[in-house]
Nanobody
Framework: QLQLVESGGGLVQPGGSLRLSCAYS????????IGWFRQAPGEEREGVSC????????KYADSVKGRFTISRDNAKNTVYLQMNSLKPEDTGVYYC?????????????????WGKGTLVTVSS
């Protein structure tokens, strides 16, 4: 069974940093691209970042470019999202998701497997 479990969320002040982790089951490995999504209160879910199966290609939403970094360690079955210079508008539930292809699409579509999310709150 394919499973993803997010961790690392919490309360942080504006300008601070957090690192989210997404632990995935061994069935996923490098044949799957992994994405991070977020959903703010009252808003639709949006794609934040994505990393290819082998980890060589990444993409980011314009709103987080230069502040967030996605990486993956297939040996540890984990994808990370390092979030720096956090803003109040980064607040939301962050989800990781996997799709059975190695590449990320521009529109962040097609993800089949989802974690339950971790809450990030950026507030003073």
């Amino acid at each position: 069974q394919l499973q993803l479990v997010e961790s690392g969320g919490g309360l942080v002040q504006p300008g601070g940093s957090l690192r989210l982790s997404c632990a995935y089951s061994t069935l996923i490995l490098d044949g799957y691209a992994i994405g991070w999504f977020r959903q703010a209160p009252g808003e639709e879910r949006e794609g934040v970042s994505c990393i290819s199966g082998g980890g060589g290609r990444t993409k980011y939403a314009d709103s987080v470019k230069g502040r967030f970094t996605i990486s993956r360690d297939n040996a540890k079955n984990t994808v990370y999202l390092q979030m720096n210079s956090l803003k109040p508008e980064d607040t939301g539930v962050y989800y990781c998701a996997a799709v059975a292809r190695t590449t990320c699409r521009e529109d962040y579509s097609g993800f089949d497997y989802w974690g339950k999310g971790t809450l990030v709150t950026v507030s003073s």
